[in-house]
């Protein structure tokens, strides 16, 4: 008895197409591109799963611990962390320097967002409307360059800028202002005995560092003003000033309040531009810093660190019904 031909054995029959061509034969790779056709939502399932590992257990879980640990106190005697459940440490917030530092923190945070709004809405509504082609190039790049170098870097720039000495100092004598400037310097609650020792110091280098934060947001909601509005309250005999108070702002506000969201919250958190400029006074950040660092008092400083949690909560929950978020 003979043996079958070759091409009798049992095997994977080719694909043939109308043509009578041979088609190759299909890998794993083909198989795996034919299953996730299938079921689309399984490579979606593939593609969330490790952001979303990222985010439950690194972010979420780290500010789990932290909510955890802010309801734990510090035992008088011993200085150690008791771990029992109370609100004792929340209750410290409310004392006289605690509640200080809260204040402080929320004044600077609101005052310098709106110094960054009213510099930056010009700048972003010439950008908006006027800059075109290499121009708009010019516009991004002047913008984001200031991100592109080291923050500690600028922060130590602006402290030399601020000194007595610094070109401050220089233009004004120079220029004979510097009565002027010692007049501004000797207001309470807001100068001291030159800039870099100042609130207004530490607001300028605030105001500096963030301002990018707020012109890239509020630029792209007036990019979305239609110039169909503007020529209609044009047409309506709205002059200029009526114009920018009843149609530019308020379809601008949206970008002003996402703006604000990386302004208030990151002046919020901020620890280092108070330590570098400005007052020996402490701000939410570095009573953090302090507290979890040479302190030791663990649990109140996860109590301060909740209150910037929580404002911005409040906040955001805001800016969503304003539809800051379309802006972002």
């Known amino acids: 008895?003979?043996?079958?031909?070759?091409?009798?054995?049992?095997?994977?029959?080719?694909?043939?197409?109308?043509?009578?061509?041979?088609?190759?034969?299909?890998g794993p790779g083909d198989r795996l591109t034919a299953l996730f056709w299938r079921r689309p939502g399984l490579l979606l399932l593939l593609l969330v799963t490790p952001p979303l590992l990222w985010l439950g257990l690194v972010y979420l879980g780290s500010l789990a611990a932290l909510l955890l640990q802010?309801?734990?106190?510090?035992?008088?005697?011993?200085?150690?962390?008791?771990?029992?459940?109370?609100?004792?440490?929340y209750a410290e917030l409310f004392r006289a320097q605690n509640l200080d530092i809260i204040l402080r923190?929320?004044?600077?945070?609101?005052?310098?967002?709106?110094?960054?709004?009213?510099?930056?809405?010009?700048?972003?509504y010439y950008a908006a409307r006027f800059a075109r082609g290499r121009w708009k190039a010019v516009f991004y790049l002047g913008v984001m360059l200031p991100l592109w170098s080291s923050y500690l870097v600028k922060v130590y720039a602006w402290k030399l800028i601020l000194a007595k000495e610094g070109i401050i100092g220089w233009a004004a004598n120079a220029t004979g202002t510097t009565p002027i400037l010692d007049a501004v310097l000797a207001i309470p609650g807001i100068g001291g005995n030159s800039l870099s020792t100042s609130?207004?110091?530490?607001?300028?280098?605030?105001?500096?560092?963030?301002?990018?934060?707020?012109?890239?947001?509020?630029?792209?909601?007036?990019?979305?003003?239609p110039v169909s509005m503007l020529?209609?309250?044009a047409d309506l005999g709205a002059n200029r000033a009526q114009t920018f108070r009843t149609v530019i702002l308020p379809l601008a506000l949206p970008g002003v309040i996402a703006g604000s969201i990386f302004t208030f919250s990151l002046t919020m958190g901020?620890?280092?531009?108070?330590?570098?400029?400005?007052?020996?006074?402490?701000?939410?950040?570095?009573?953090?810093?302090?507290?979890?660092?040479?302190?030791?008092?663990?649990?109140?400083?996860a109590a301060f660190a909740v209150?910037?949690?929580?404002?911005?909560?409040?906040?955001?929950?805001?800016?969503?019904?304003?539809?800051?978020?379309d802006a972002l």
């Open 1 to 26: 008895m003979t043996a079958p031909p070759a091409a009798a054995l049992p095997g994977p029959a080719p694909l043939v197409e109308a043509t009578g061509a041979v088609l190759p034969q299909r």
């Open 199 to 225: 609130y207004l110091g530490t607001w300028m280098v605030f105001v500096y560092v963030w301002l990018p934060y707020m012109i890239l947001p509020m630029q792209a909601a007036l990019e979305r003003v």
């Open 70 to 89: 802010s309801f734990y106190y510090i035992d008088d005697f011993s200085g150690l962390v008791v771990p029992e459940f109370t609100l004792r440490t």
């Open 270 to 301: 901020d620890y280092i531009i108070p330590q570098i400029v400005g007052t020996s006074a402490r701000f939410i950040g570095q009573a953090v810093y302090q507290l979890q660092g040479t302190a030791g008092n663990i649990p109140l400083a």
């Open 307 to 325: 209150v910037p949690i929580l404002i911005m909560l409040a906040y955001l929950s805001l800016a969503r019904r304003a539809g800051a978020f």
């Open 105 to 124: 923190t929320l004044l600077m945070s609101a005052s310098v967002t709106l110094g960054c709004a009213v510099i930056a809405f010009p700048i972003a």
């Open 231 to 233: 020529e209609a309250s």
